[in-house]
């Protein structure tokens, strides 16, 4: 059981890194860019760095958190230039993003729930946004980590390589809406919001 204690807002795309302290230590979700510098400023120390998906705007950071405090980096997929984007823009003109190059130490994929510091997880792979976004849930802490996934009366972009509309929405209906009313959804830009709001007031579940 645990709680978000802060959140950073960074790089290009306003990105959110969530500092989620537990009994055991800190559990940082995503890596936008300038975090590493902002955790050791605020005397943050986390011990994992959870990625709720490898596109750019949420992993410019990784290389710098694992090689600054020595935490273990967990994503649904290994490392890949095709889920950073990079590829991508790589083969259009006039636009190119160069991540730092990093080590996925736990690959998630086909895990269903998770034992870190203390904290049980239920993970739910849901794709449309990208092939490997996955939200994490701490049903003790009614909270879910939605990444790119679910927004505040949004939801993400499906116009990348792999997305996918009908995927991401109905992964949504499937897995995220039949939780807690109350359960307290931090998304990867924006404000955070709650399951029973976005059952009720989301344009794209109705």
Not at 80 to 107: C, H, I, M, N, R
Not at 156 to 177: A, M, N, V
Request: aromatic share 10%.
């Amino acid at each position: 059981m645990g709680s978000i204690s802060k959140i950073y807002t960074g790089g290009i795309a306003a990105t959110n890194g969530y500092v989620y302290q537990s009994s055991e230590g800190i559990i940082l979700f995503d890596a936008p860019e300038g975090i590493a510098d902002w955790l050791a400023k605020n005397q943050f120390h986390p011990k994992a760095l959870i990625l709720t998906h490898q596109h750019f705007d949420h992993v410019m950071d990784a290389a710098a958190v694992k090689s600054r405090f020595q935490c273990p980096i967990y994503s649904w997929d290994a490392y890949s230039k095709d889920l950073t984007l990079e590829t991508l823009f790589a083969q259009q003109a006039g636009f190119s993003v160069d991540v730092p190059p990093f080590e996925v130490d736990y690959v998630l994929k086909n895990t269903e729930s998770l034992e870190l510091l203390g904290v049980r997880w239920a993970l739910f792979h849901i794709p449309g946004h990208s092939p490997d976004s996955v939200c994490m849930h701490d049903a003790a802490s009614h909270l879910l980590m939605a990444g790119d996934v679910l927004f505040a009366e949004g939801v993400g972009r499906t116009d990348f390589p792999g997305g996918s509309h009908q995927r991401l929405i109905s992964g949504i209906q499937e897995k995220l809406l039949p939780l807690p009313d109350q359960t307290q959804v931090y998304p990867g830009h924006g404000p955070d919001t709650t399951i029973g709001h976005e059952r009720l007031g989301n344009p794209y579940l109705e």
